[in-house]
């Protein structure tokens, strides 16, 4: 190596102090530990990482959704509705109580995130999972149920903070890679988690053999599954122990000006136009219009959930289809097994030679034909039902995560690391709102449906699924300009 330290590369062959903006080591900053560490292990694949976050995304997901297959039991147990057309409107409430939560805490669980470090907040979240949703199982009343899904939501910070942690502590070559496993793992949590529901839920009626109906889980049909959620949220929150922090934190007076200064973070993106600080977000339109579109998207997604599940249990004389919980588990699981290998396996590769936003848009144009279809699927039965059901659940799930997958990607790239939490924590705000929304006006459309099955225009459920088209459509539209702007960030 020759001259001064100016001379001097890294083990990457770039020379490390020349490079302009590069900021100096501190060793007591556990961002710049973790640039360093990353530095020094080119070529390496980052499994422990991808697997820690895969984790801890898919247990804090699981309890989102964990309760729709059970929910129109649970409602009808807590003899809260009058008739039965009633009790998608008392469901719809509580699915959105989480999400009303969420939307009033999650741009200040952004901030705290940059401020203080993404793994507290993260750690926070998972004891929320152990207390409050171990509590939603123990529900005696309606109000109980609806108050500890609303504490769990205010108290599940974990969205935004996680996908800033995902691109900072890998290498920048897996950068996307790292948000990919965050929307896997969080779209298989969605499908895993009512998965859990469907097996778990009334677990004395199903398995009298393990469970009396006066064990605690015969008293409280719905508190097994709650209750296997809270365990592994405890196990995630044991390896949360084995996650370095990746905030930057320069409040040292010493620096190391040595040859060893790191390189950049590996989330900072040189993204034009982008400005720092949180008021500034709002006008970067490249990350409004992408949270815009997530948000649309998301609402879709979360009222089909919900209606999904209350449709598939309501009785064939109301244009269901008469499953019981297992049913809804079988088909849920499968869905999220074939997810996985649709995620682990195709996705990459149709991310390589499709367009981020044509894939969107195909998604959606496809989606439309199969929403429609689900209104005529009770006339069906037997194995034809059930591998008819399944194909579209599949596909369905598929679209979802195709999508959610693309505007992480999109969010991401619109800004910098300094502000990447409090971003997320504004798209999960505004996407919480959307799914506050979503599972409210589901179970009352839903609701009504059920009250019109001879009415002549829509009749039914075909009402249901076609307000659910009616949002894909919107979003197909917002995907052009003038609404949607690509960002601009260099990689």
């Not at 459309?445 to 659910?468: E, N």
Request: proline fraction near 4%; charge should be positive; include cysteine.
């Amino acid at each position: 190596m020759g001259g001064g330290s100016g001379g001097r590369v890294t083990a990457l062959g770039d020379p490390l102090l020349e490079k302009k903006g590069k900021a100096a080591y501190r060793p007591r900053c556990p961002g710049c530990r973790v640039d360093r560490f990353n530095a020094e292990r080119e070529g390496v694949f980052p499994l422990k990482d991808l697997f820690l976050i895969w984790l801890l995304t898919i247990t804090c997901t699981l309890p989102i959704q964990s309760l729709f297959p059970f929910l129109y039991f649970m409602i009808r147990d807590l003899n809260i509705a009058k008739q039965t057309q009633d009790i998608g409107f008392y469901a719809g409430f509580v699915g959105a109580s989480y999400m009303c939560g969420r939307a009033i805490s999650s741009t200040v669980w952004g901030v705290v995130a940059d401020k203080y470090g993404r793994k507290p907040v993260i750690m926070l979240t998972l004891v929320s999972i152990v207390i409050f949703n171990t509590l939603f199982g123990l529900s005696s009343t309606y109000w109980m149920a609806l108050a500890t899904r609303f504490l769990l939501g205010v108290m599940c910070g974990y969205l935004g903070p996680i996908k800033a942690y995902a691109t900072e502590v890998c290498r920048k070559e897996y950068n996307h890679l790292a948000l990919a496993v965050v929307s896997s793992s969080r779209g298989i949590g969605l499908i895993i988690g009512p998965a859990f529901g469907g097996y778990l839920a009334q677990p004395a009626d199903k398995y009298p053999s393990i469970f009396s109906q006066t064990s605690i889980f015969g008293r409280f049909p719905y508190f097994l599954p709650c209750l296997c959620i809270s365990i592994l949220a405890v196990v995630a929150l044991f390896a949360c122990f084995w996650f370095p922090e990746t905030l930057h934190k320069h409040n040292e007076d010493t620096v190391d000006k040595s040859v060893e200064t790191v390189e950049e973070s590996l989330a900072d993106t040189d993204t034009e136009g982008n400005g720092g600080g949180c008021l500034k977000l709002f006008t970067n339109w490249p990350l409004m219009s992408a949270i815009t579109l997530y948000c649309i998207f998301s609402l879709q997604d979360v009222a089909y959930a919900e209606v999904f599940s209350l449709w598939a249990v309501s009785d064939r004389s109301f244009g269901g289809l008469s499953f019981t919980t297992t049913d809804v588990g079988n088909v849920l699981s499968l869905s999220g097994l074939f997810l996985f290998l649709y995620q682990m396996l195709i996705y990459p590769f149709i991310a390589k030679s499709v367009d981020h936003i044509t894939l969107v848009r195909a998604v959606a144009i496809l989606t439309i034909p199969l929403l429609a279809s689900y209104p005529f699927f009770p006339a069906l039965s037997g194995f034809v039902l059930m591998l008819v059901v399944n194909c579209a659940s599949f596909l369905k799930n598929t679209f979802s995560v195709t999508t959610i997958t693309v505007f992480n990607i999109l969010m991401n790239d619109a800004v910098t690391q300094d502000v990447r939490a409090a971003a997320n924590g504004i798209a999960v705000t505004l996407m919480s709102i959307s799914k506050a929304v979503a599972p409210a006006v589901a179970g009352i459309i839903f609701s009504w449906a059920q009250r019109r099955q001879t009415a002549s225009f829509l009749p039914g459920d075909h009402l249901v699924f076609f307000m659910l088209n009616v949002f894909t459509v919107i979003g197909l539209v917002f995907t052009f300009k003038p609404f949607f702007v690509r960002g601009s960030a260099k990689h």
